[in-house]
């Protein structure tokens, strides 16, 4: 597969499992969650397909596409033990989360996705989905949108 064509698949897999998770957690009281801000992509498709419902965005930079820079209330800049920690701290619980950290190198992304999986957990609604390109712990993996590869993106949902 090209990179070109792996490039597609994950934003294939992006849309369709956040538009499937809109839908599913229509009737979860809760905040939602992106972790890894970027360019903003993710994070413009979740405001987009869900409304009504506080957003809150980590990233240690802000450095989004102009027109995807959260509310300065909703982003939380730093290191994302740190913010995550904070949000519970805070008592803030969340229906979704998307998980989109990363450095691209895999060992390093499978060994923080594991790290940070129990401060995920903690800010997480009984019944919450999480979406995230990298394996977590501690959650229950569910089969997401039938147009996407299992192996490409993983569902959760929390206990
Ligand atoms: C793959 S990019 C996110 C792409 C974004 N979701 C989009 O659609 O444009 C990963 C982002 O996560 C941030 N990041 C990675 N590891 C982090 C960490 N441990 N704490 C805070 N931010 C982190 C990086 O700064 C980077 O902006």
Redesign the pocket.
Known sequence: MSRLESMRRRLTA?IDGINWAADLIKDIDGDVL??????????DHLRQEITGRRIWV????L??HPSCIPPKDDFLQ????D?LSKLADAGHKMALA?Y????GVKELDVT?GGA?SPFIAALMVSGGLVLSQQPLVGFEQIKGPDTVDPERYLFYRTP
């Open positions: 992006q992106e972790m890894g801000l970027g360019n903003g992509r993710t994070y980590i990233d240690r930079v450095k989004p730093g290191e994302a033990e913010m998307h989109d950290f990363g450095h923080e940070l």
